[in-house]
């Protein structure tokens, strides 16, 4: 599914933006976050939100009470767990088939 691979490539920048751990493919995260009118400006803030969001809905998810890493928090997320990212990437994958 194309969309969990959007997903899952974004995640991976999102975490590597965050923890400042690898490389960030800034043009395809400024593409998903701009299909859903996050000014450049707001970037830093809209991806610390998303990845406590994601990190919260993680946990909740795994259920164990223990932090996984940053990088593995997404894997047991379904693509379209956040309704704003969700959105961005069916945009995303409509005009990259």
């Known amino acids: 599914m194309k969309q969990k691979t959007i997903f899952n490539r974004y ?5 590597n933006y965050i923890e400042c ?8 995260m400024r593409d998903i976050e ?4 996050v000014a ?8 610390r939100l998303l990845a ?18 940053l990088l593995h928090r997404c894997d047991n997320l379904e693509w379209d767990v956040n309704p ?9 994958c409509n005009d990259n088939p």
């Open 34 to 37: 701009q299909r859903i009118d």
């Open 52 to 69: 406590a969001f994601l990190a919260h809905c993680s946990l909740k998810a795994e259920n164990t009470g223990k932090m996984p890493s």
């Open 21 to 28: 751990s690898g490389p960030v493919d800034e043009d395809l």
């Open 84 to 92: 704003e990212l969700k959105k961005a990437i069916e945009s995303y």
């Open 11 to 15: 995640t991976t920048n999102l975490f």
């Open 40 to 47: 450049e400006q707001g970037a830093d803030d809209f991806r």
